[in-house]
């Protein structure tokens, strides 16, 4: 029985164990139609609701598939707005793993982070060490990420989830996370297929075929 049924009971009980007057037999008849009232205007509510669940499924006319559509359209100008206007729709990410951990772990992590839904096409990374011989080669492994954001995810989630990927292998000061723009986006990318000079990249970057060629590594890899 629902809430307005209960009320409406009570007071049919009241008069039917009582010599009720005419006020209130009037008094019933205005409650009733009171609760005819609430009825349709929750009807009205909810037929509002189920309305703009067929809006968002497409389920009406061509008019409101048109404004569906347009309305999709703005929002992910808008997501993609206001990246520019924070200089956050790519993500520079350069992750050191602790000297004990096994390559294989961590290649095996940081194919899990690439291929996670918070980053899109667009992203690519590179896997370095930072060995000057043959001898070291291979030691002071790490990787860099250019990742594209996914503008439906936030930059702090984004850079949680990441953290979370890598946590047991690496401590924070280890994880060189930076929300970065399109021209920056650029300059990484070079960085990733270009070559490296300065502050003793050279003589690293030597080495670097050399340590991907022996664990079977492309030279880069993107989506």
Not at 185 to 209: C, V
Request: hydrophobic share 30%.
């Amino acid at each position: 029985m629902s809430i307005l049924s209960k009320l409406s009971q009570i007071r049919l009980d009241k008069v039917a164990s009582s010599n009720f007057s005419d006020k209130e037999m009037s008094d019933l008849f205005d409650f009733q139609n009171w609760c005819n009232s609430v009825k349709e205007d929750w009807k009205r509510a909810e037929i509002k609701k189920i309305l703009q669940e067929d809006y968002k499924l497409g389920q009406l006319g061509a008019d409101e598939k048109i404004m569906l559509a347009h309305r999709k359209e703005n929002a992910i100008k808008l997501k993609e707005n206001l990246a520019k206007d924070h200089n956050n729709a790519y993500v520079w990410l350069s992750v050191r793993p602790s000297p004990k951990t096994d390559f294989i772990k961590f290649k095996t992590k940081c194919e899990k982070l690439f291929e996670r839904n918070m980053f899109k096409p667009g992203s690519m990374y590179v896997y370095e060490q930072t060995g000057t011989t043959e001898e070291t080669c291979g030691t002071g492994f790490h990787a860099h990420f250019l990742l594209k954001r996914n503008l439906d995810y936030k930059p702090c989630l984004c850079k949680k989830n990441s953290y979370n990927t890598f946590k047991d292998i690496c401590n924070i000061n280890a994880f060189d996370w930076q929300n970065i723009g399109e021209d920056f986006s650029k300059d990484k990318k070079e960085y990733i297929l270009g070559t490296k000079t300065g502050d003793g990249k050279d003589a690293k970057q030597h080495f670097d075929p050399l340590f991907r060629e022996r664990n079977s590594l492309k030279s880069y890899y993107e989506r």
